[in-house]
């Protein structure tokens, strides 16, 4: 019974399924970097560019790392009615899915941040590291 339940709380998701839009997607982004900007600014005033940025940088992977393999929300998307799901089923993201995902991010960026605005050409909204890590991200009843 408990599988059943847990299953019926996942989304409908399949590979088919067409993501969050890219200007949403934006939105929760920036709301994302406002929560981190602050506590990576001090670290790096504190520490240096250099130790700094390798703290921020880890700051970065945990936050991301633990709103996706928790909840598939982190605050930004949560504010935004979206979730991080895997493409295929819907489920939560398995660490090493999340952790591909982050990766990509840097894929992603390296082209001028082509990656990210593929949102707005790819029929199903996917970013280049939603390919790489085979997620989506799909609006959610807030």
Same mark, same amino acid.
């Given at each position: 019974m408990q599988a059943q339940d847990s299953m019926a709380s996942q989304p +409908? #998701?399949?590979?088919?399924?067409?993501?969050? &839009?890219?200007?949403?997607?934006? #939105?929760?982004?920036?709301? &994302?970097?406002?929560i981190l900007i602050i506590p990576n600014m001090i670290l790096q005033l504190l520490l240096g560019q250099v130790f700094g940025g390798i703290i921020s940088l880890a700051i970065g992977v945990g936050y991301s790392y633990y709103f996706w393999t928790?909840?598939?929300?982190?605050? /930004?998307?949560?504010?935004?009615g *979206?979730?991080?799901?895997? +493409?295929?089923? /819907?489920?939560?993201?398995?660490?090493? +899915?999340? *952790?591909?995902?982050? #990766?990509?991010?840097?894929?992603?960026?390296?082209? *001028?941040?082509?990656?990210?605005?593929w949102v707005l050409w790819d029929p199903k909204h996917d970013a280049w590291? &939603?390919?790489?890590?085979?997620?989506?991200?799909i609006k959610v009843v807030k």
């Open positions: +409908a #998701v399949s590979p088919e399924t067409v993501s969050a &839009d890219f200007f949403t997607r934006l #939105v929760a982004a920036i709301i &994302d970097g406002v928790t909840s598939g929300q982190t605050p /930004g998307k949560m504010v935004m *979206l979730k991080v799901v895997n +493409a295929e089923n /819907g489920a939560l993201l398995e660490p090493s +899915a999340a *952790l591909l995902r982050y #990766v990509g991010y840097f894929v992603s960026g390296i082209a *001028l941040g082509l990656g990210y605005l590291h &939603d390919k790489i890590a085979k997620t989506k991200v």
